[in-house]
């Protein structure tokens, strides 16, 4: 069948090769441009030398991922009676492109002060979140108000049991909202150490996609296991020691994405399970700055997020990379485990 995992599997594996093929190019020309990472100097000098690596690497992920999906869909159109993906790619779509260019924003402003302009720090944080509450806020009401058009719109589905339970719209818009916001920056504080955010987010896609395929939103897989294969692909450049970062760019538009992906299946009670590692490390910089302030400026960990801590206790960067790999993984197969119980 056109549409089922061993399609998905396929395009997933085409994205891969289209990234590893392009991305060479891609890198020479953001060096070219001089688009460099700028390093918090608290860091340990390991990570002061990465300083002008090329970033922005997201646009990596993003274009084949976009150019891949946007043709599917045009052939499902062309051909209605062969069709191949749906109209159910097209929101998480949406909030992969217009996160994506919400931290290409953020990654140039970053860069400013090493291009000779005044700031260089960013987009203010105010603004940053607003524009992510106003992206997710829309998301939201498409899923929740859409009639007919999304199989879990205003609905939980409870796992181990197995049942649906309905929800009001003034709740399912709201706990969306949170979701597609806390996974953004969630992701976002994962990407800390080489080959860390892309690894993790492969994997819990991965698991989101078998979920989907279990579900029946063929569409939805094919999405999923695009990103794998990009995710890998973009890997392939930023394995240690990186020649690319992927800049909120990628970290922002990934971590919506896979709330988005988590809301349409209806499993989003599984998303910290599945994404145990961008949330554990959300949640250490949450109990980092609660504690340093309660405490008059004691710190709970040596430094948030959790990597760091990990990183100044005297592992290495590949070992914090391939030891919280391992738990994610595990952590995914664990949650596609809860579908199939």
Not at 54 to 64: A, D, E, N, Q, R
Not at 316 to 336: K, N, P
């Amino acid at each position: 069948m056109a549409g089922g995992l061993p399609f998905a599997l396929t395009v997933g594996a085409a994205a891969f090769l289209l990234g590893v093929i392009w991305g060479g190019p891609f890198v020479e020309i953001l060096r070219r441009l001089k688009i460099g990472k700028q390093i918090r100097v608290e860091l340990s000098e390991g990570h002061q030398k990465k300083v002008g690596t090329p970033t922005m690497g997201g646009i990596l992920i993003i274009l084949p991922v976009v150019l891949m999906a946007l043709t599917l869909n045009i052939v499902a159109v062309v051909r209605p009676n062969d069709q191949i993906t749906g109209t159910s790619i097209l929101l998480p779509l949406f909030v992969l492109i217009s996160f994506s260019l919400l931290g290409m924003i953020d990654d140039w402003e970053g860069i400013a002060r090493s291009r000779g302009r005044p700031r260089g720090q960013g987009l203010p944080g105010r603004v940053k979140f607003a524009a992510q509450v106003g992206l997710a806020t829309l998301v939201a009401s498409v899923i929740s108000l859409y009639e007919g058009g999304f199989q879990f719109a205003n609905e939980i589905l409870l796992p181990l049991i197995g049942v649906r339970v309905p929800i009001s719209p003034l709740v399912f818009i709201p706990l969306t909202v949170f979701i597609i916001i806390s996974m953004s920056n969630a992701i976002n504080l994962t990407d800390g150490l080489d080959g860390l955010a892309g690894i993790i987010s492969a994997s819990a896609f991965a698991a989101y996609g078998v979920i989907a395929y279990l579900q029946g939103q063929i569409f939805l897989t094919q999405l999923c296991f695009i990103l794998v294969g990009a995710c890998f692909a973009f890997l392939w450049f930023n394995a240690h020691p990186a020649q690319l970062f992927m800049g909120d760019t990628g970290s922002l538009a990934l971590g919506a994405t896979l709330g988005t992906v988590a809301v349409m299946t209806g499993q989003w009670l599984l998303l910290p399970i599945i994404a145990i590692v961008p949330v554990a490390e959300t949640i250490s910089v949450v109990l980092q700055v609660t504690y340093f302030k309660r405490t008059g400026g004691q710190r709970l960990f040596r430094m948030a997020p959790l990597h760091h801590h990990f990183e100044l206790g005297g592992w290495s960067e590949t070992q914090v990379v391939q030891r919280f790999w391992l738990v994610g993984l595990l952590s995914a197969m664990i949650g596609v485990a809860l579908v199939l119980l």
